[in-house]
């Protein structure tokens, strides 16, 4: 079923041209697949590739600012003219240097211009572009050089050169490293303004010849994914998955060209970022600002109020934290200012009447309440121009959503995969349904297979923007997209009658219990998370035992420079030990357990068991951890998901002793 019938056959009609091709999926880093091209709508949209999609926008857009970011103090600015000129030339330098077609540049770095020339430079010169983790190992990021078979290396820094320096010994394919920040230190490792000036002094001829190779429905972009499930596989996207996402997205988000504004934060290695920062703001005419690479310890509330962004797409963890700190300085608040608060988050809930479908309505009291506490909130966030709230790559608390729309901030869910390229169904200001992950757009195609009693079942997604496959895995391709090519994404949901799609667990995450009893874990989790406002990750073990239990960890300052959890309990985890009697400032003073806590964990936790639909659904035993988890842990992947086989390696004999 692999697409690669026509090796021997040349094409030179490109960069928008597309191989005849019959299947709809492949293995194979040189094949083609068939384009799901529809008879109307925006599935009928016609094919670009990604070169040609970048000249749209430079020509259309020659001096708006593509691009910006802040080195030494002082902003500098890009222009999608200026853009298109340094892809060509990295471009030139890439072929130069020996960059064979489908052949990889691997790219290791936080967020930057260089990072998006290097990617797209990658795709003008034929071959693939793959972004790794900055918090990957060596050993994985050789993973991803092998399997992607990369002759170029570009890095931010010393400390991404290490671990490259460290794992070439094993890399094949390797011929050039290109350190795009500071100056190198290590001899043939090439500097950012050297491989520049190389591209400068090469002819446009090469170029044009490569270009006229690229087919729309050919690789040009690997997603590697954070291997929560074991080894990563890289996800092959095509020109037509990317180009066409964008544009579907950004249709069905209402989105005005030439006047938007993202901030770059989220890891570029992982689609929703892609998508958002990189594609949908091409498209658009909008500008991307790169945020400080310590963004997610602390810098990005100071970015966010200077550059005040048109679209804000977090993750649940950037939220979280934005909760934290605005309910810290809301509870300072006292008397009428205090009264005030509660009264206009009561008029924002209902504002944002969860069962409504369509926009919002505005209750009596809403004009003063925005006027005194909405838009002074917003302002002091750095959101008020922000139009798009969305919370993307995990599951969000319920509770959370709640708070930000008692404050007149319509924060809404995306579901989507890298298979998916990105946002699937979404949630949009318009039209809502708290806990959904919103609605299937135009174009899209969502339906729910093997349907149980309670009408949840297998989400199957279809559309353009299905991948190509998984590179060099004939099995796993096959067993995730079938030949008609649905992708199989292994979650459990089940929509509404209005579309609405819900996510209820993970076909690979489901406790099966040694009675035989089936249980999504993570309405569970969510749950305990919900009563108790001090645990920070939590997850239910049961897989085969005769009962359920459940490891907690709570809520501690983290080590900025390191991402390490601390010892010192957050506000939120001290705020509630202060609530339930408890003086504890430190996770060792809590494991202490004085009898408060215990009788406060075990209450929540009761709660929850209340609401459960069987005794097997309860939880019987409970620990708290000593450390919570993260990504230096390894129990975290670099978009938060938690790695469970991880903990369950980890912890395995703190498990061991609830079943004794």
Not at 176 to 197: A, F, H, R
Not at 543 to 555: A, E, G, I, N, V
Request: hydrophobic content about 40%; glycine content about 8%; some cysteine.
């Amino acid at each position: 079923m692999s697409a690669s019938p026509h090796h021997q056959t040349e094409f030179l009609n490109g960069p928008d041209q597309l191989i005849p091709c019959n299947v709809l999926k492949t293995w194979d880093p040189k094949g083609a697949v068939k384009l799901g091209i529809g008879n109307e709508g925006v599935s009928a949209h016609p094919p670009i590739s990604v070169p040609s999609f970048l000249k749209r926008s430079a020509d259309k857009y020659p001096n708006v600012t593509a691009l910006a970011v802040k080195r030494n103090g002082v902003w500098r600015e890009i222009t999608f003219k200026n853009y298109y000129e340094q892809v060509r030339t990295l471009a030139k330098a890439f072929i130069k240097l020996g960059l064979k077609q489908f052949h990889a540049v691997c790219i290791l770095g936080f967020n930057s211009p260089e990072w998006f020339i290097s990617n797209l430079a990658a795709i003008f010169a034929g071959g693939v572009s793959v972004g790794v983790y900055t918090t990957n190992s060596p050993e994985a990021c050789a993973h991803c050089a092998r399997s992607s078979k990369a002759q170029i290396w570009v890095v931010e820094d010393q400390k991404q050169l290490d671990k490259i320096l460290k794992i070439r010994g094993n890399l094949p394919y390797l011929s050039t490293i290109i350190q795009y920040l500071g100056t190198p230190t290590v001899e043939g490792v090439l500097s950012w303004e050297e491989v520049m000036d190389l591209g400068r002094q090469q002819p446009d001829t090469e170029l044009e010849e490569k270009l006229r190779r690229i087919a729309i429905n050919q690789c040009c972009t690997l997603i590697f994914s954070s291997g929560t499930t074991g080894l990563p596989k890289g996800v092959m996207l095509s020109h037509d998955n990317l180009t066409w996402t964008a544009h579907a997205n950004s249709i069905n988000i209402d989105l005005v060209t030439g006047n938007e504004s993202v901030i770059s934060f989220l890891p570029l290695s992982h689609v929703a970022a892609q998508m958002a920062d990189l594609y949908i703001c091409m498209y658009l005419g909008g500008t991307c600002y790169f945020a400080q690479p310590d963004a997610l310890k602390g810098t990005l509330g100071t970015t966010l109020k200077e550059i005040r962004p048109t679209v804000l797409v977090g993750v649940p963890r950037v939220w979280e934290k934005m909760y934290e700190k605005i309910t810290e300085a809301e509870n300072k608040n006292k008397g009428i200012k205090k009264s005030l608060i509660t009264w206009a988050r009561s008029i924002g809930l209902a504002a944002h009447d969860h069962n409504q479908l369509q926009n919002f309505r505005k209750p009596l009291g809403f004009p003063v309440a925005n006027a005194l506490v909405f838009k002074k909130a917003k302002k002091a966030l750095g959101l008020d121009r922000c139009k798009v709230f969305i919370s993307a790559a995990a599951p969000i608390s319920p509770d959370i959503v709640q708070y930000f729309h008692s404050l007149n901030i319509t924060l809404t869910e995306v579901y989507g995969t890298s298979e998916s390229t990105g946002p699937h169904t979404i949630g949009l200001s318009k039209t809502f349904r708290a806990g959904s992950c919103g609605i299937t757009p135009p174009g899209f195609k969502t339906r729910i297979v093997n349907v149980d009693k309670d009408g949840n079942g297998e989400i199957y997604l279809g559309g353009r923007n299905i991948a190509m496959g998984y590179l060099n895995l004939k099995e796993e391709t096959n067993e995730a997209i079938d030949d008609e090519g649905w992708l199989h994404t292994g979650d459990i949901g089940c929509l509404d009658e209005h579309g609405f799609l819900y996510i209820t667990g993970r076909i690979k995450e489901i406790v099966i219990t040694a009675g035989g009893e089936n249980i999504a874990p993570v309405p569970i989790e969510d749950a305990v998370k919900a009563e108790l406002p001090c645990i920070s990750n939590c997850m239910l073990i049961g897989d085969k035992r005769k009962f359920l239990s459940m490891l907690l960890t709570l809520k501690t300052e983290m080590d900025l420079d390191t991402g390490e959890p601390l010892d010192a309990l957050a506000p939120a985890a001290l705020e509630w030990c202060r609530g339930v009697g408890s003086q504890a400032q430190t996770v060792q003073e809590v494991l202490l357990l004085s009898d408060d806590l215990t009788t406060a964990i075990h209450e929540g936790i009761e709660r929850v068991n209340k609401s459960a639909i069987s005794n097997a659904q309860r939880i019987q035993k409970w620990v708290i951890l000593p450390k919570d988890f993260s990504i230096p842990g390894g129990e975290l992947g670099p978009t938060m998901k938690m790695k469970r086989h991880v903990v369950l390696q980890k912890h395995g004999d703190v498990i061991e002793k609830f079943y004794a």
